[in-house]
């Protein structure tokens, strides 16, 4: 048995979203230094502020200004920080909860060590010298020897000039892949071109790529079948938007295929016929460039369309 495969793999976008009132006014008063919540009806103080109560699920509007100050309720060291993190020394992630809120905020806390880290510990905003309207205005919270400023939030109004109305929040997931026994070994024929599924010793399904077990039957497969090379689009769809990093001109098909003995449809691009020629049923074989573990894509064999009753059950 070869030893499973691995390889880092990253997913990386940026994510584009409208700000609600609240949300936009929080953001756009710490641009203006100032950290707003929003009051509950029962009287409590929500920071950072929410647009719903997340007891009673009523709309909540009351937006309060609490301090720039605040305690620890709870911390955790990062030892490494990653790219991208709010300060590139090691430091604390904490909750804090600010002055006059009845709930904690998350945010990193430049700290020497965790020995200088407790829990009840107070500290303060560090504001970013350069802010848009955005969660690392506050650049990080720092130690900050002082009493728990007791006086009730101040009522704000929320209105600023030049409100931020949406953020783009760069999202990125850094992490080590391993597709199993199963797709180990698919990938390790696909090497050699060759596609081999897994059979389901129940219902004799035969899955390409196999995923080790057959969800219908819930049991382990093992046996391997060798399938393809030809296959058959069995639907497909026109991309006309045309992807970053992928040089593709669009438009360009992109089809389910399945490959003959197979008992499930894999997806891949058609080439070497118009777009608007692709159809059901077309007969296709894969296209490999040099050294690829992967067909680039199909192309029609030329061969007769195949009868919709040989893929109904496969769509
Ligand atoms: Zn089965």
Same mark, same amino acid.
């Given at each position: 048995?070869?030893?499973?495969?691995?390889?880092?793999?990253?997913?990386?976008? @940026? &994510?584009?979203?409208? $700000?609600?009132?609240?949300?936009? +006014?929080?953001?756009?008063? #710490?641009?203006?230094?100032?950290?707003? =919540?929003?009051?509950?009806?029962?009287?409590?103080?929500?920071?950072?502020?929410?647009?719903?109560?997340?007891?009673?699920?009523?709309?909540?509007?009351?937006?309060?200004?609490?301090?720039?100050?605040?305690?620890?309720?709870?911390?955790?060291?990062?030892?490494?920080?990653?790219?991208?993190?709010?300060?590139?020394? @090691? &430091?604390?992630?904490? $909750?804090?909860?600010?002055?006059? +809120?009845?709930?904690?905020? #998350?945010?990193?806390?430049?700290?020497? =060590?965790?020995?200088?880290?407790?829990?009840?510990?107070?500290?303060?905003?560090?504001?970013?010298?350069?802010?848009?309207?955005?969660?690392?205005?506050?650049?990080?919270?720092?130690?900050?020897?002082?009493?728990?400023?007791?006086?009730?939030?101040?009522?704000?109004?929320?209105?600023?000039?030049?409100?931020?109305?949406?953020?783009?929040?760069?999202?990125?997931?850094?992490?080590?892949?391993?597709?199993?026994?199963?797709?180990?070994?698919?990938?390790?024929?696909?090497?050699?071109?060759?596609?081999?599924?897994?059979?389901?010793?129940?219902?004799?399904?035969?899955?390409?790529?196999?995923?080790?077990?057959?969800?219908?039957?819930?049991?382990?497969?093992?046996?391997?079948?060798?399938?393809?090379?030809?296959?058959?689009?069995?639907?497909?769809?026109?991309?006309?938007?045309?992807?970053?990093?992928?040089?593709?001109?669009?438009?360009?098909?992109?089809?389910?295929?399945?490959?003959?003995?197979?008992?499930?449809?894999?997806?891949?691009?058609?080439?070497?016929?118009?777009?608007?020629?692709?159809?059901?049923?077309?007969?296709?074989?894969?296209?490999?460039?040099?050294?690829?573990?992967?067909?680039?894509?199909?192309?029609?064999?030329?061969?007769?369309?195949?009868?919709?009753?040989?893929?109904?059950?496969?769509?």
């Amino acid at each position: 048995m070869p030893e499973a495969l691995k390889a880092p793999l990253t997913v990386e976008f @940026p &994510f584009t979203r409208s $700000l609600s009132p609240v949300q936009s +006014a929080f953001l756009t008063g #710490l641009r203006e230094r100032i950290v707003l =919540g929003v009051r509950t009806a029962d009287g409590r103080t929500l920071v950072p502020p929410v647009e719903y109560d997340p007891v009673t699920a009523e709309e909540i509007r009351d937006l309060v200004e609490v301090a720039p100050t605040g305690t620890v309720t709870t911390w955790a060291w990062n030892h490494a920080p990653r790219r991208d993190q709010p300060l590139d020394t @090691p &430091f604390a992630w904490a $909750l804090v909860r600010l002055d006059g +809120a009845d709930t904690a905020l #998350l945010h990193a806390l430049d700290a020497p =060590g965790p020995d200088a880290v407790h829990t009840g510990m107070r500290v303060r905003v560090r504001w970013a010298e350069e802010r848009t309207g955005a969660i690392t205005d506050i650049a990080c919270f720092e130690p900050y020897d002082s009493s728990p400023n007791e006086t009730e939030p101040a009522d704000h109004t929320g209105e600023f000039e030049n409100p931020v109305t949406g953020i783009v929040a760069p999202a990125r997931l850094d992490y080590t892949y391993s597709p199993g026994r199963a797709q180990t070994a698919y990938i390790n024929a696909l090497a050699e071109q060759r596609n081999v599924g897994e059979r389901c010793p129940s219902c004799r399904k035969v899955y390409v790529p196999p995923r080790g077990a057959c969800p219908t039957c819930g049991v382990a497969t093992s046996e391997q079948v060798e399938v393809g090379p030809h296959g058959t689009v069995t639907t497909f769809c026109i991309v006309n938007i045309k992807a970053k990093n992928l040089d593709i001109e669009v438009p360009y098909v992109y089809a389910h295929i399945a490959l003959d003995g197979a008992g499930l449809a894999l997806h891949g691009r058609i080439g070497g016929i118009p777009y608007d020629q692709v159809r059901m049923g077309l007969r296709v074989e894969p296209v490999w460039t040099r050294g690829a573990r992967y067909p680039d894509h199909y192309r029609p064999t030329g061969e007769p369309d195949a009868d919709y009753d040989t893929y109904r059950e496969l769509l």
